[in-house]
């Protein structure tokens, strides 16, 4: 139930959240990125998976973010909506 949550309390936890995340993996060491275990859905990943895989989830989260505010502000744009093409 995101979608009724306040915008600026929604942006304030995923900053938090990636903060939080960002120091936890600032001590990781080679050793810690090795380390995996087995998925019941997709099998073996390791921590370095994991992180990669990070970047494509928070850039899905980005790209919700903007298409909710995209979508808050088409109905407000008047004739400058034909500069979107759409």
Same mark, same amino acid.
């Given at each position: 139930?995101?979608? @009724?949550?306040?915008?600026?309390?929604?942006?304030?936890? *995923? $900053?938090?959240?990636? #903060?939080? !995340?960002?120091?936890?993996?600032? !001590?990781? $060491?080679? $050793? &810690? =990125?090795?380390?995996?275990?087995? %998925?019941?859905?997709?099998? *073996? =990943? $390791?921590? /370095? &998976?994991?992180?990669?895989?990070? #970047?494509?989830?928070?850039? /899905?989260?980005?790209? @919700?973010?903007?298409?909710?505010? @995209?979508?808050?502000?088409?109905? %407000?744009? !008047? /004739?400058?909506?034909? *500069?979107?093409?759409?």
């Amino acid at each position: 139930r995101d979608e @009724q949550r306040d915008p600026a309390e929604l942006l304030a936890e *995923f $900053t938090r959240r990636r #903060i939080a !995340g960002v120091a936890l993996v600032e !001590g990781l $060491t080679a $050793t &810690d =990125l090795a380390r995996g275990g087995d %998925h019941p859905e997709v099998g *073996f =990943l $390791t921590v /370095n &998976d994991l992180l990669h895989e990070w #970047i494509h989830h928070d850039a /899905n989260h980005l790209r @919700q973010m903007l298409a909710n505010v @995209q979508a808050y502000a088409w109905p %407000h744009m !008047g /004739n400058a909506q034909k *500069f979107s093409g759409a």
